[in-house]
């Protein structure tokens, strides 16, 4: 395992792309955001130009039994530029490491990549973490996250996610401990391990990074940098007594 830092990034970026290694890129929602299909519409476009022509086989939207259907309008704002769009759904909410679960395996390309519907680390990440991939360098790639993701948290949740990595690195051993970063892209062979995990909601990352830790897949975190406008609001309380079950079932099952 390694870690990429800013300094390295660079270089990775530089690197040049030959033709047409394919993309997934999987997007979980629930209840988004009014205005969702626009600002997803510009952040996918930002990413076809980055990656080049082609690239991009699927964008595979999962709606996690939202309590209201997704509205026709934003659907459309993103279906009429970008024709890769598919749209999975499902009456009832699931978990998200359930909807990505199902994204992964409906895609069908090289790789897949996963993040949030509203896409909040800056959109050069994408291709970032599509070079490892391409050029062999990695099998899982995963977000690690820095100063401009923890100063948008509020204190609360600051402290739980620091507390976090700590465990995961005490408790589990893990070199890689920031596990919840909301952005990983992994081939075939991280693909196969992902789909193993049972976990249904937000720690499912803590249990894929867990499985991959076992085998000789070559996972690389790379540095992150947050969108200035993204909001990252602090969970409820019932999901947190639901996560502190799921850390305690993947303790004892490590």
């Given at each position: 395992?390694?870690?990429?830092?800013?300094?390295?990034?660079?270089?990775?970026?530089?690197?040049?792309?030959?033709?047409?290694?394919?993309?997934?890129?999987?997007?979980?929602?629930?209840?988004?955001?009014?205005?969702?299909?626009?600002?997803l519409s510009e952040s996918m476009t930002k990413i076809k130009m980055l990656l080049g022509e082609g690239v991009i086989e699927s964008i595979i939207l999962v709606n996690d039994g939202s309590s209201e259907p997704l509205k026709d309008d934003e659907l459309s704002k993103l279906t009429s530029t970008h024709s890769e769009v598919k749209l999975i759904e499902y009456p009832k909410n699931q978990g998200k490491g359930f909807a990505v679960r199902k994204g992964i395996s409906s895609g069908n390309a090289h790789f897949q990549l996963y993040t949030d519907i509203d896409v909040p680390y800056v959109e050069e990440s994408v291709k970032l973490f599509y070079n490892l991939l391409k050029n062999d360098e990695a099998d899982v790639v995963l977000a690690s996250r820095g100063d401009s993701y923890y100063n948008a948290l509020s204190g609360f949740r600051r402290i739980l996610s620091k507390s976090l990595r700590w465990l995961n690195g005490i408790l589990f051993g893990l070199k890689i401990s920031d596990t919840q970063g909301g952005l990983k892209?992994?081939?075939?062979?991280?693909?196969?391990?992902?789909?193993?995990t049972r976990v249904n909601r937000y720690l499912f990352d803590l249990e894929f990074i867990q499985k991959a830790s076992k085998t000789d897949l070559r996972l690389i975190g790379l540095d992150v940098e947050l969108k200035q406008d993204i909001v990252l609001p602090s969970p409820s309380l019932m999901i947190l007594l639901k996560e502190l079950g799921n850390f305690i079932v993947l303790l004892f099952r490590k």
């Amino acid at each position: 395992m390694k870690h990429v830092t800013r300094q390295t990034r660079f270089a990775i970026f530089a690197q040049p792309m030959s033709a047409a290694k394919t993309l997934d890129i999987i997007l979980p929602c629930y209840n988004p955001r009014p205005g969702w299909g626009k600002s997803l519409s510009e952040s996918m476009t930002k990413i076809k130009m980055l990656l080049g022509e082609g690239v991009i086989e699927s964008i595979i939207l999962v709606n996690d039994g939202s309590s209201e259907p997704l509205k026709d309008d934003e659907l459309s704002k993103l279906t009429s530029t970008h024709s890769e769009v598919k749209l999975i759904e499902y009456p009832k909410n699931q978990g998200k490491g359930f909807a990505v679960r199902k994204g992964i395996s409906s895609g069908n390309a090289h790789f897949q990549l996963y993040t949030d519907i509203d896409v909040p680390y800056v959109e050069e990440s994408v291709k970032l973490f599509y070079n490892l991939l391409k050029n062999d360098e990695a099998d899982v790639v995963l977000a690690s996250r820095g100063d401009s993701y923890y100063n948008a948290l509020s204190g609360f949740r600051r402290i739980l996610s620091k507390s976090l990595r700590w465990l995961n690195g005490i408790l589990f051993g893990l070199k890689i401990s920031d596990t919840q970063g909301g952005l990983k892209a992994f081939n075939h062979k991280g693909r196969k391990v992902f789909l193993q995990t049972r976990v249904n909601r937000y720690l499912f990352d803590l249990e894929f990074i867990q499985k991959a830790s076992k085998t000789d897949l070559r996972l690389i975190g790379l540095d992150v940098e947050l969108k200035q406008d993204i909001v990252l609001p602090s969970p409820s309380l019932m999901i947190l007594l639901k996560e502190l079950g799921n850390f305690i079932v993947l303790l004892f099952r490590k």
